[in-house]
């Protein structure tokens, strides 16, 4: 999980960089199950959360990962707060 501090300006053009160019590499990548992102009403905080298959997958994809992930705050203007990892325990989607 990666938790941005943003401006509003920040999180609609983070937004654009997420949909446009992250998600389609993510997409991509093995082992690969899903993104959020999430963002406060003000547009000062946004979380990025993305979801592997399993811990190899996440390895594999990590280096890269980081390096577009750090890209994208520098092009945007983003701080970067902090990066944290969880393991999925519980998971329930009405689709």
């Given amino acids: 999980m990666h938790v941005l501090e943003t401006t509003p300006e920040q999180n609609e053009r983070g937004l654009e960089i997420v949909r446009d160019q992250l998600l389609p590499w993510l997409r991509d990548s093995t082992g690969f199950r899903g993104l959020l992102r999430l963002s406060d009403r003000e547009g000062a905080k946004t979380l990025v959360i993305t979801l592997w298959a399993d811990e190899d997958a996440l390895r594999a994809s990590e280096e ?7 890209l994208t705050a ?10 944290e990892e969880y393991e999925v325990t519980l998971f329930d989607v009405d689709a």
Avoid: I, M, P, W
């Fill in 64 to 70: 890269a990962g980081n390096r577009l992930s750090e």
């Fill in 74 to 83: 520098e092009t945007v203007g983003v701080t970067r707060k902090t990066l």
